[in-house]
């Protein structure tokens, strides 16, 4: 599906401006040039359910996809839990031809790298996500993985074991920095947000708050034993009808 550049969104803060365009909305989310960073994007409902019938896409409307679409055009490397990917059917990551002329012009490839997060290896190598890759995508897995999986993800992919029996996500961002990839637009989902959070490794959070309560007993967007309270500043709100689109970036010194 082409980007939905039409649904109007308004920006309340810093610089209130109604119905702003994708230039203006690509500045409110830039990266900060020349150094690593990571932002996780997610959507929940007003009550913290992160998803609706086991998917995102039921809390989302055509705002959210447009903010979610752009998100991915900057990035260098996407990154997203292998649990996201079976559960949202991804295929394979390839950006629309807007996007495509907007990164030629900024200097970027084509497309961004396609990295995935698994321990399992439960990932076919003969899926979309692999087989109609523009690019060839990262696999970050353990040491346990098994071997014959390990095997046949090789031909695909590049897989790269970055820990024991845990993904070590502070060595993801290393390996991604080493690629070239400085750049990490993630997609969650609340597993790996919860890892990378205790591991001080997010820097960002996209928030869409969804006009909702879903009530049930849907997780939230971030699921971690391990991980320590991280306090979080406001960079931007923006709001179409009812719904907000909140970043927060991490507080200096948390
Ligand atoms: N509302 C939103 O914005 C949003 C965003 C994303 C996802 N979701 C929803 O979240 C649900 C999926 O949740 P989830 O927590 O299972 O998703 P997830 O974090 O994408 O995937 C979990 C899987 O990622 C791998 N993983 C995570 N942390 C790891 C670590 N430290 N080391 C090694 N592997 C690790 C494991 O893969 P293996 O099982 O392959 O070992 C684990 O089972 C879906 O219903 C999806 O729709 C919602």
């Known amino acids: 599906m082409p980007p939905s550049t039409t649904v109007p969104i308004d920006r309340l803060w810093p610089e209130p401006a109604g119905a702003v365009d994708d230039a203006s909305l690509l500045e409110t989310y830039a990266f900060p040039p020349d150094r690593s960073w990571l932002r996780m994007n997610f959507i929940a409902s007003l009550d913290g359910a992160v998803t609706r019938e086991d998917r995102s896409g039921g809390l989302g409307d055509a705002a959210d996809r447009r903010v979610f679409d752009l998100l991915r055009r900057p990035a260098h490397a996407v990154l997203v839990g292998a649990g996201t990917v079976r559960a949202e059917g991804y295929g394979p990551m390839r950006l629309h031809a807007a996007d495509?002329?907007?990164?030629?012009?900024?200097?970027?490839?084509?497309?961004?790298?396609?990295?995935?997060?698994?321990?399992?290896?439960?990932?076919?190598?003969?899926?979309?996500?692999?087989?109609?890759?523009?690019?060839?995508?990262?696999?970050?897995?353990?040491?346990?993985?098994?071997?014959?999986?390990?095997?046949?993800?090789?031909?695909?992919?590049?897989?790269?074991?970055?820990?024991?029996?845990?993904?070590?996500?502070?060595?993801?961002?290393?390996?991604?920095?080493?690629?070239?990839?400085?750049?990490?637009?993630?997609?969650?989902?609340?597993?790996?947000?919860?890892?990378?959070?205790?591991?001080?490794?997010?820097?960002?959070?996209?928030?869409?708050?969804?006009?909702?309560?879903?009530?049930?007993?849907?997780?939230?967007?971030?699921?971690?034993?391990?991980?320590?309270?991280?306090?979080?500043?406001?960079?931007?709100?923006?709001?179409?009808g009812d719904e907000l689109l909140l970043r927060y970036t991490r507080a200096t010194g948390s």
Do not use: N
């Open 100 to 240: 495509e002329a907007w990164r030629a012009a900024h200097g970027l490839p084509d497309q961004p790298v396609f990295a995935l997060v698994t321990r399992s290896l439960e990932l076919d190598p003969d899926s979309t996500v692999f087989t109609d890759a523009p690019v060839r995508p990262v696999v970050y897995t353990v040491d346990a993985a098994p071997a014959d999986r390990r095997k046949a993800l090789a031909r695909v992919a590049d897989v790269v074991a970055v820990g024991e029996t845990d993904v070590d996500p502070t060595r993801v961002r290393d390996d991604l920095s080493a690629r070239g990839l400085q750049h990490i637009h993630a997609e969650g989902g609340p597993s790996v947000f919860g890892a990378f959070l205790a591991a001080g490794a997010v820097d960002e959070l996209c928030l869409t708050l969804a006009p909702t309560l879903e009530g049930g007993d849907a997780g939230r967007i971030a699921r971690s034993a391990g991980a320590t309270p991280t306090a979080m500043a406001l960079a931007a709100v923006l709001r179409s």
